[in-house]
């Protein structure tokens, strides 16, 4: 009888499984969303597991929360340890100067408070992630809260963008753990300052997180075909 061949390695799951080689017993952890983030979460608890390792997670999502606590990783809050010393987590876009689309997932908000607590954070992405320009491969997410969203969305079309309402299949608008909506945002030729747009929209009352992550990112891990990564480093 013939051995079923073993299916390849995703890009994604060498990204997850390569960053949970960072991580050291001890260590309290920022745990990202998304499916990149399940593959590490996966590859975490086989080295709880294997290696007795000590950790500790903070979750950036009620999923992670479900997904951490299913795989036997101990979880704690921002509350009890409000600095993180490794976060690890997922991205839409990345830039040449490690700047970041994300909230594919919906998890911006929290995801940025997690980051922005982290002394170091890895971003952990498949193929196809890299773009020279931020915003010409993915809509931008922007977190709103449901108080008076249309005029909301139409301060936030000003900036020079098509904003879409996030819907469920149900056609209802998505609703994230925050309690907010999301608009994601078209920008025709690609976001051409992300600096400015992140201020410009961050002044906007009712919105409650831009998910460009501009300077949130000190090391990118990307899975390639095969099962192989590379890995960059900030300078
Ligand atoms: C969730 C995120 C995710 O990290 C991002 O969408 C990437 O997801 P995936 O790993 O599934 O491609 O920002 O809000």
């Known amino acids: 009888m013939e051995t079923p061949a073993e299916s390849p390695i995703s890009s994604k ?15 309290i952890l920022g745990l990202g969303t998304g499916s990149t983030v399940t593959y590490f979460l996966e590859a975490l608890a086989r ?14 999502s ?3 929360v479900l997904k951490a606590k299913e795989l036997g990783i101990p979880m704690t809050t921002l509350e009890e340890d409000p600095q993180l010393d490794l976060v690890i987590d997922g991205a839409d876009e990345v830039d040449g100067d490690f700047r970041l689309i994300k909230g594919g997932g919906g998890a911006l908000l929290r ?35 449901p108080f008076g969203y249309p005029s909301t969305e139409s301060r ?24 907010n909506y999301i608009l994601d945002c078209k920008f025709a030729e690609g976001i051409a300052d992300p600096v400015s747009l992140h201020a410009e929209m961050s002044q906007i009352p009712g919105v409650a997180e831009v998910g460009l992550f501009l300077d949130l990112c000190d090391e990118v891990i990307t899975g390639l075909g095969g099962g192989t990564t590379t890995v960059q480093t900030k300078p």
Not at 47 to 60: D, F, M, Y
């Open 13 to 27: 799951e060498a990204a997850g499984a390569r960053a949970a080689l960072c991580v050291e017993s001890g260590m």
């Open 111 to 145: 995801e940025k408070i997690v980051a922005a607590a982290g002394k170091r954070v890895v971003i952990i992405v498949g193929e196809g992630k890299q773009v020279d320009v931020l915003g010409t491969t993915f809509l931008l997410p922007v977190e709103i809260l």
């Open 62 to 64: 009620e999923d992670t």
């Open 156 to 179: 936030v079309a000003g900036l020079g963008c098509i904003p879409f309402l996030r819907t469920t299949e149900k056609e209802e608008p998505f609703v994230t753990d925050n309690g």
């Open 47 to 60: 080295r709880i597991q294997s290696e007795n390792l000590s950790v500790k997670g903070v979750a950036t």
